[in-house]
């Protein structure tokens, strides 16, 4: 009875583990750098036009810094996404988090899934997935590819340990 209790903690202890997250090359301060930089062009641009007497044109310049704020808004609220593979002797799980919250989860068999890889000459990978039977979950779509090589690797040599090869 007791061998059976340490063989099922080891079939749960985890092999792999890895939190996906889009990267993000402007952080908070960068962000508010650009939009003051932004801010100011807009104004000494709309000033410009005022001084010539086209003064119906400075609401424009407005609008473009409100479009650019508004994109980047849009930019970090899909930051807020990620993913959360496991990989353990008896279980592969997906869990995805969208920017809303909503929760996605997929489990599979280590021993019957298939890690999908789509290459491209020049690009590398393109796109990740597991496969059983009959289902799909795609991993990783967010990554640059340098990430999706990295996650690649390490998550094929988990699969392959989970499987005992």
């Not at 402007?26 to 930089?37: D, P, Y």
């Not at 036009?49 to 849009?74: H, K, Q, S, T």
């Not at 930019?75 to 997906?94: F, G, H, M, P, W």
């Not at 489990?107 to 799909?136: D, K």
């Amino acid at each position: 009875m007791m061998g059976e209790a340490g063989s099922q903690r080891e079939s749960d202890e985890p092999i792999f583990q890895a939190l996906l997250t889009p990267h993000r090359s402007l952080g908070r301060r960068g962000f508010t750098v650009l939009m003051i930089a932004v801010g100011l062009v807009s104004i000494a641009c709309g000033l410009l036009f005022v001084l010539n007497g086209a003064w119906p044109i400075v609401g424009f310049f407005g609008l473009d810094a409100f479009l650019v704020w508004l994109a980047f808004r849009a930019n970090y609220k899909a930051a807020a996404a990620r993913e959360e593979v496991a990989v353990t002797r008896s279980q592969l799980s997906i869990r995805k988090i969208s920017p809303k919250g909503d929760v996605r989860e997929a489990h599979y068999h280590p021993f019957w899934a298939r890690f999908l890889i789509n290459r491209h000459t020049e690009i590398g990978i393109t796109r990740m997935a597991v496969a059983e039977t009959n289902r799909a979950t795609e991993i990783g779509g967010f990554l640059n590819p340098d990430d999706r090589e990295t996650f690649a690797t390490a998550f094929g040599r988990a699969l392959a340990t989970a499987k005992g090869r």
